[in-house]
Nanobody
Framework: QVEVVESGGGLVQPGGTLKLSCVVRGDISEVFVMAWYRQAPGNQLELIAELNRNGATSLGDFVKGRSIISGDTTQRSMDFEINNLETEDTSRYYC???????????????WGQGTQVTVAS
């Protein structure tokens, strides 16, 4: 079994800061990539932050300059902090993990249930 657990969503005022955390647990051999996506109603799924096993990170253009990625795939955790939140950031945020399970070589992707972020006065 593999479980992806997200936390940190909620209601935030415009201009505020929010930190999202993701932890993956279970019978895991290696984590290759951890990422955050978001999807608002009627919109496509967007990749917003990514951390790979080499420590390299990447951010979506719409959060560059106002967000920070931290974490370690060997620790199976990733945090994502967004500053200067805008109403357009209102969305459901999902953690995505690309990994191999114990005793296997094939890579599989797992998703968390998502956490709602609402930016409003």
């Amino acid at each position: 079994q593999v479980e992806v657990v997200e936390s940190g969503g909620g209601l935030v005022q415009p201009g505020g800061t929010l930190k999202l955390s993701c932890v993956v647990r279970g019978d895991i051999s290696e984590v290759f990539v951890m990422a955050w996506y978001r999807q608002a109603p009627g919109n496509q799924l967007e990749l917003i932050a990514e951390l790979n096993r080499n420590g390299a990170t990447s951010l979506g253009d719409f959060v560059k300059g106002r967000s920070i990625i931290s974490g370690d795939t060997t620790q199976r955790s990733m945090d994502f902090e967004i500053n200067n939140l805008e109403t357009e950031d209102t969305s459901r945020y999902y953690c995505n993990v690309h990994l191999t399970r114990t005793g296997t070589k094939s890579r599989t992707t797992y998703w968390g249930q998502g956490t709602q972020v609402t930016v409003a006065s």
